[in-house]
T-cell receptor
Framework: NAGVTQTPKFQVLKTGQSMTLQCAQDMNHEYMSWYRQDPGMGLRLIHYSVGAGITDQGEVPNGYNVSRSTTEDFPLRLLSAAPSQTSVYFC???????????FGQGTRLTVV | KNQVEQSPQSLIILEGKNCTLQCNYTVSPFSNLRWYKQDTGRGPVSLTIMTFSENTKSNGRYTATLDADTKQSSLHITASQLSDSASYICVVSGSGNTPLVFGKGTRLSVIA
């Protein structure tokens, strides 16, 4: 049972480059979300989705795009990377029954 | 505004000692409260869940309490071990598909 799988685990980008962080879950959860975690800031919500075809902005959405074409996948796109986007990114899938969030292992992104 | 405040921000204790972490929240309406443990370099993992009607719940050496009237929760760790060194995050769920509200976490270091 894989749970939530994030790729890549590590990434270095140059300012202005674009990339997609992948997230897949095999628990058939409708609710998925992306967070960034910075020292002293805790987990901050970037975007979330309550089901295929439905996405919404979180607390810090600027500079990021998401789409949800299937229940399983919820990719996060950085349009034009900036040093301020250097962070650890976590994808989560939330059970509708227990409200427990299952997190991926994280992607450590550095923008130089 | 829905908020979760945790204290202390960080804590250092000797192996074998007990400790208590605090969580105050202003999330309304309230569905449940979870404590997550996040090891360095990993995603958070749920330890306990507290619903409105529950006062105390134990999971091994971890005991969580909830006072829904004062909107406070605590996580007590008994006979700490080196492997308890981690960040502990308090997360509150509201109603329906509203996003989870995360505290910034308490960084616990257990030393020999």
């Amino acid at each position: 049972n894989a749970g939530v799988t994030q790729t890549p685990k590590f990434q270095v980008l140059k300012t202005g480059q674009s990339m997609t962080l992948q997230c897949a879950q095999d628990m058939n959860h409708e609710y998925m979300s992306w967070y960034r975690q910075d020292p002293g800031m805790g987990l901050r919500l970037i975007h979330y989705s309550v089901g295929a075809g439905i996405t919404d902005q979180g607390e810090v959405p600027n500079g990021y795009n998401v789409s949800r074409s299937t229940t399983e996948d919820f990719p996060l796109r950085l349009l034009s990377a900036a040093p301020s986007q250097t962070s650890v990114y976590f994808c989560a899938s939330t059970s509708p029954v227990s409200n427990e969030a299952f997190f991926g292992q994280g992607t450590r992104l550095t923008v130089v | 505004k829905n908020q979760v405040e945790q204290s202390p921000q960080s804590l250092i204790i000797l192996e074998g000692k007990n400790c208590t972490l605090q969580c105050n929240y202003t999330v309304s309406p309230f569905s449940n409260l979870r404590w997550y443990k996040q090891d360095t370099g990993r995603g958070p993992v749920s330890l306990t869940i507290m619903t409105f009607s529950e006062n105390t719940k134990s999971n091994g050496r971890y005991t969580a309490t909830l006072d829904a009237d004062t909107k406070q929760s605590s996580l007590h760790i008994t006979a700490s071990q080196l492997s308890d060194s981690a960040s502990y995050i308090c997360v509150v769920s509201g109603s329906g598909n509203t996003p989870l509200v995360f505290g910034k976490g308490t960084r616990l270091s257990v030393i020999a």
